[in-house]
């Protein structure tokens, strides 16, 4: 499984883009990208997910370099309630890899006023 | 996305008993649930695989017979932690696994044992 390194922590302001850089050196040629939110008590919530390129929903962008060992969750104009903790995870979304996911540390975002 | 329950939310026990923990997929089959615990300020950390209609696959460190996993339907996987302690508290929290597609979660089950 490949493992993913974040900062720790980051902190904003309402009204700010926030851009949370993510490292997975090891993907594999099978590894899908995906980003989740967890609020305290809360199971994490599904953001993202990409394989190469950049992806658009309507909530984040997500850009992933050629070479995939890296990539960056893009939040444009953050709010209060996006304070949170943000995981990317790396996995084989197939059924052969079934993808089973390991959790790193997070990113724990705090927004301000 | 696809939806995904557990019951209960919450749930205190008394030292020694038994309780179980449901995780449901509401709008999708899943051949594959996985089962997490999340101590306070931590990350969530995988215990165990549950494939439906065979036996569920063990992180190492996890007791298998204190934590039974039963995967009897394409929608339902069901955690119970046996004789449970203290030290078992945490939040428990499932996910079930659309082909293809990604993980997605429960809500999240706070186990406290007095």
């Known amino acids: 499984l490949a493992k993913t390194t974040q900062p720790i922590s980051m902190d904003s302001y309402e009204g700010q883009e926030v851009n949370i850089t993510c490292s997975h050196n090891n993907i594999a040629t099978n590894d899908y990208i995906t980003w989740y939110q967890q609020f305290p008590s809360q199971g994490p919530r599904f953001i993202i997910q990409g394989y190469k390129t950049k992806v658009t929903n309507e909530v984040a962008s997500l850009f992933i370099p050629a070479d995939r060992k890296s990539s960056t969750l893009s939040l444009p104009r953050v709010s209060l309630s996006d304070t949170a903790v943000y995981y990317c995870?790396?996995?084989?979304?197939?059924?052969?890899?079934?993808?089973?996911?390991?959790f790193g540390t997070g990113t724990q975002l705090k927004v301000e006023l | 996305g696809a939806v995904v329950s557990q019951h209960p939310s919450r749930v205190i026990c008394k030292s020694g008993t038994s309780v179980k923990i449901e995780c449901r997929s509401l709008d999708f089959q899943a051949t594959t649930m996985f089962w997490y615990r999340q101590f306070p300020k931590q990350s969530l950390m995988l215990m165990a695989t549950s494939n439906e209609g065979s036996k569920a696959t063990y992180e190492q460190g996890v007791e298998k017979d204190k934590f039974l996993i039963n995967h009897a339907s394409l929608t339902l996987s069901t955690l119970t932690v046996t004789s449970a302690h203290p030290e078992d508290s945490s939040f428990y929290i499932c996910?079930?696994?659309?082909?293809?597609?990604?993980?997605?979660f429960g809500p999240g089950t706070r186990l406290t044992v007095l």
């Open positions: 995870l790396v996995g084989d979304r197939g059924a052969g890899g079934g993808n089973k996911l390991t």
């Open positions: 996910s079930a696994f659309l082909i293809t597609d990604t993980q997605y």
